[in-house]
C-alpha cells in the first residue's frame, strides 16, 4: 500500500506519513478533523490538514507541556488547560498527585469526541472526578476566572485561523490575571528554525507582563523541523532554580528530573530570540 498523508509544513517543506486508512472524517463547525492510521506511528490526529499528534510521539509533546511546569510549583492543585482536545495534556496532569482538579476548555466537541473513540491511548478517563470539561471559548474562559488557576496549559493549534487569539498580549494578560498568585502557564509556541520572529514577539510579550518569562526545547519529530519551543510567563517560581532531586520521578518517556533542567539550556540561536 503507497498511500501517503502530506502536510505543507510551510511554503517550502512538507512532511509525509505513509498511511493504511482513514479512521474518521468530519467537518466541525470548527475545523477539518481527521484520524488517519500510519504506518511509522499509528494513529494520527489531522486538524485542517496539520499534524497536531501521533500515538507514536505524542509523549514528548504532553510530557513536556505538563511536567515542566507542574514541578516547578509547590503544589499545583488547580490546572486549566486550553485546547488539547486530544487530551494528552489532561491524562499527564492528572498524574501529578498534587493536583486537585483539572478544567479542560476546548472549544471543538468534534475533537473530544474523535479523541474519545478514535485515540483511547492518548486521551484521558472522562469520567475522572477530578476533570471538569468545559466546551467553549477558553479566552472567554479566562477572561471570566480570575485569580483561579495555579497553572494554565494553552495546547493550541498553529497561530493561524481559529488560534490566533491565543497568542496575543490581551489574551496573556488574562491568564497572567487568571493565576493565583504563585502561578505560571506554558504555552506551545512553534519552531526555532522557522518562526523566529514569531517567537519572539511571545517571549517580548510574555516576558512584559509576567515577572518572568523562559524558553524551553522538546523534540516532536512530526512538527516542522522537530525541535519545538515552549514558552513559559511565571509570577514567582523559577523553573531553572527547581531541585532535581525534589521532583517526584513518574514513569515518563521523555521528560525526566534530569530533562527538567537539560530542557532549559538554549543553543545561541535559540536563545538569542530572548533579546
Ligand atoms: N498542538 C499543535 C502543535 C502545532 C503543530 N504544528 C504543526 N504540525 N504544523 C498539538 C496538540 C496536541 N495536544
Not at 115 to 127: H, S, V, W
Not at 171 to 185: C, R
Request: with cysteine; hydrophobic share 40%.
Amino acid at each position: 500500500m503507497n498511500v501517503w498523508f502530506t502536510e505543507y509544513q510551510n511554503n517550502d517543506l512538507i512532511i509525509g506519513c505513509r498511511m493504511s486508512q482513514v479512521l474518521h472524517h468530519e467537518k466541525t463547525p470548527f475545523q477539518d478533523v481527521m484520524v488517519v492510521d500510519t504506518f511509522l506511528l499509528g494513529k494520527m490526529l489531522l486538524l485542517d490538514d496539520v499534524i497536531q499528534t501521533s500515538v507514536g510521539d505524542e509523549f514528548v509533546y504532553h510530557e513536556m507541556i505538563t511536567h515542566v511546569g507542574l514541578n516547578t510549583l509547590p503544589n499545583p492543585r488547580r490546572v486549566l488547560v486550553v485546547g488539547g482536545g486530544d487530551g494528552g495534556a489532561v491524562r499527564e496532569v492528572l498524574r501529578n498527585k498534587s493536583v486537585e482538579k483539572v478544567t479542560h476548555c476546548e472549544i471543538d466537541r468534534g475533537v473530544i469526541e474523535a479523541a474519545q473513540k478514535f485515540l483511547p491511548e492518548i486521551t484521558y478517563d472522562i469520567n475522572d472526578p477530578r476533570v471538569e470539561l468545559i466546551i467553549g471559548d477558553g479566552i472567554k474562559h479566562v477572561m471570566e476566572n480570575k485569580n483561579t488557576y495555579d497553572m494554565i496549559i494553552i495546547d493550541s493549534t498553529d497561530p493561524i485561523g481559529p488560534a490566533v487569539g491565543l497568542f496575543s498580549a490581551e489574551f496573556y494578560q488574562s491568564v497572567h490575571d487568571a493565576l493565583t498568585e504563585d502561578g505560571l502557564f506554558v504555552a506551545q509556541t512553534e519552531s526555532p528554525f522557522f518562526d523566529r520572529d514569531f517567537i519572539k514577539r511571545i517571549y517580548k510579550d510574555v516576558d512584559s507582563i509576567f515577572p518572568m518569562a523562559r524558553i524551553y526545547l522538546g523534540n516532536v519529530p512530526t512538527y516542522p523541523g522537530g525541535l519545538w519551543t515552549f514558552t513559559m510567563g511565571t509570577k514567582k517560581h523559577d523553573p531553572i532554580k527547581v531541585d532535581a532531586s525534589k521532583i517526584t520521578a513518574l514513569d515518563t518517556k521523555f521528560y525526566s528530573p534530569e530533562v527538567h533542567g537539560a530542557a532549559f539550556v538554549l543553543p545561541p540561536f535559540v536563545k538569542a530570540l530572548m533579546k
